[in-house]
């Protein structure tokens, strides 16, 4: 298997994870919840940046209320991502169930980064394996442990999540419609941060695809290329 | 620390997923097609890239973060392993922060 790019990738995409998901544990316990709390969170939340954003607005003294909307907002884009993801989220009503659980960020770029639908599902079951298995070591890891573990930007891991997005989004980025939309979304988001809540700005940037998308509405085809494989 | 906290918060992530799974499905094979709906996540994955390298907090800055970035859009340019650009990423961020 480790001649399989999409599973080396996915196990490096959970590497990184694992140690982001240190710190979430440490932060959890800090701001007040149990273990076995922090540890459900983790298991059924299954949302990185809304669960960090959660329980730091009760660390700083933000209450739930002030905590619930920004990691709400920040767990939005995962129903763009599985609106985006039809024909990959497939099976049995259960399986189809269990996979919008494991709906976020890495495992939807590692899926549009794949040339084929068979490719797409694939891609998104490992990654979800990987990702779900570092996530929840990660975090009981951190809640059990504690402090002491050292500051993931130390070793440049705040680096790493958007060199590994710019990796997956690459191959989407065939054909000028995927690039303008690209810069769209950029834009849009880098306008919105200064002025609006955590989370609104990514989905927001959804917008960038708008126009592609009414022009493919007039010459119905697909805007779309894809390289055939990540990473090689 | 309560636990109906933590349960609003799993219950209503979980239900945001289902709720993009649902409308998907709900959506007949042409429609789905002729929206391509492919293309809503290129704009989200770029705001994603700009706001965990630009930004901190509701600032935008520019620190190692940013010459991270132009390292790993090279080596995804030249095509390089993803493992190798991830670990250049890890590797220019942690050095220009040491060095500082």
């Known amino acids: 298997m480790s001649n399989d790019p999409i599973f080396r ?6 590497v990184a994870t694992a140690v982001y ?4 544990g440490v932060l959890s316990v800090a701001a007040g919840f149990s273990v076995p709390q922090t540890c459900v969170m983790s298991l059924v939340c299954f949302t990185g940046a809304s669960q960090l954003t959660f329980v730091s607005v009760i660390a700083a003294g933000g209450g739930v209320a002030g905590a619930l909307p920004p990691a709400l907002l920040l767990a939005g884009r995962n129903a763009l991502y599985a ?8 099976g049995s009503a259960p ?3 269990l996979r919008a659980q494991v709906v976020v960020d890495e495992t939807t770029a590692m899926a549009h980064a794949q040339p084929t639908v068979a490719a797409k599902r694939r891609a998104f079951d490992l990654t979800a394996v990987c990702l779900f298995t ?9 809640a059990v442990a504690g402090r002491g573990l050292g500051n993931p930007r130390d070793y440049g891991l705040d680096a790493v999540f958007p060199a590994v997005f710019l990796a997956l989004l690459a191959p989407q980025l065939r054909g000028p419609d995927a690039m303008r939309a690209a810069v769209a979304g950029a834009l849009i988001a880098l306008a919105l941060v200064p002025i609006a809540p955590a989370g609104v700005p990514i989905i927001a940037a959804s917008l960038g695809a708008v126009p592609v998308l009414l022009a493919s509405t007039r010459r119905r085809r697909a805007p779309l290329g894809h390289a055939p494989e990540v990473g090689r | 620390m309560s636990w109906w906290p933590v349960l ?4 209503s992530a979980y239900a945001l997923k289902v709720l993009g799974l649902v409308v998907g499905e709900r959506l007949d094979g042409e429609t789905s097609e002729r929206w391509s709906l492919e293309i809503v996540v290129v704009p989200v994955l770029a705001a994603l890239i700009v706001i965990q390298t630009f930004t901190s907090g509701q600032r935008l800055v520019f620190d190692a973060r940013t010459p991270a970035l132009v390292v790993a859009a090279v080596l995804v340019w030249r095509k390089a392993p993803f493992v190798v650009v991830a670990l250049a990423a890890a590797a220019t961020a942690a050095l220009l922060r040491l060095v500082a």
């Open chain 1, 134 to 142: 570092a996530w929840n070591v990660g975090t009981l890891v951190g």
């Open chain 2, 8 to 11: 609003a918060l799993c219950a």
């Open chain 1, 83 to 90: 609106l985006s993801l039809k024909g990959v989220l497939s």
């Open chain 1, 9 to 14: 990738n996915a196990l490096s995409i959970g």
């Open chain 1, 95 to 97: 399986k189809r169930a």
């Open chain 1, 21 to 24: 998901a240190v710190s979430f």
